[in-house]
């Protein structure tokens, strides 16, 4: 019975250079995780579902539990010394931990509910969350490609709690055990299948995407058992629920840039802490990551809260994704 405490301690043994302040940073995602498990469970007798009537920075209207789950995950560092800033999907700017400003070495990057319209119908939620080095200190840190994160993961909300993480070697899965509140190890180096079966996509949106992104969902469509297809649509509304399932079983995950009546022409999702952290993640379990033109990782982002299109999943499905935006592929 491997716990996370244990897991992670074991590993910094393999670091001789290691303070083992990363380590407790870790650990604590573990604890807000629980807590934010907590809050999902009674969301319904303590009356925390449905909307906060309130806006986050992106104008998008948030829930309660956005709101909760981001109080959690602010609270769960504001000790110890390790957070400098937390950047959040619902604050404007980052947090700044004024008592950690002289030592903090870190800074984090939180979706602290992902998935936010599965709230109120009791489906598949998630925590995003990324660690990164404290540079010169300030935003400006955080605006560095996605390849400089240290540690990057997400918790899944689901049947049961699942945290999943990589600190750059190896992508490393527990699962919650509730009789016992420790998230146990259940799947060590996770290495994801080359190809899959399933596509994930909005395709209610499909009239603001480009035609080479129509042209490649149609081939995902057409019958021919000797290429795996068609492909069958696997969409959740949960970001981390669709790349979870992809990083166990295969296929693509998909957020074109929508040029349509209410789309997001340079793309819905946020890459410093939405595409980034599951990007990392996905590498290395031996997948990929795209914005239909350039790695994900490569990426440096101009501000906070930058959106791209993103294409996420099985090398063999994003390359070809790559190759039909490139109009090599019709
Ligand atoms: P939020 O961070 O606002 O929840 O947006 C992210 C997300 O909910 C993803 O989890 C999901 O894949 C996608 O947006 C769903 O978007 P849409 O409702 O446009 O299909």
Redesign the pocket.
Known sequence: MITLDRFILEREQAHPGATGELSMLLMRFGVAGKRIAHELATAAFKRTLGSAGTANV?G?QQKKLDVVANEILLETFDYGGLVVLAAS?ELEAPYLYESNERDGRYAVLL?P??????IDVNGTL?TIFSIRHREEGGEKDLLRAGRQQVVAGYILFGPSVLLVYTDGEGVHLFTLDPSIGEFLLTAEALRMPERGRGY?V?E??SRGWAPEVRAFVEYLKENDPSTGRPYSTR????????VHRILLEGGI?L?PADAGAGGKPQG???LLY?CAPLALVVEKAGGAASTGTEDVLDVVPQSLHERIPLAIGSRAEVELYERFMRGERR
């Not at 509910?113 to 599965?118: P, T």
């Not at 959740?236 to 629920?241: F, K, Q, R």
Request: hydrophobic fraction near 30%.
């Open positions: 992106q998008e999907e979706v509910m992902d998935g936010s319209s599965n998630g994930a909005n209610g949106r969409y959740s509304a949960s970001l981390v629920a669709d995950y957020y819905k999702l946020r939405e």
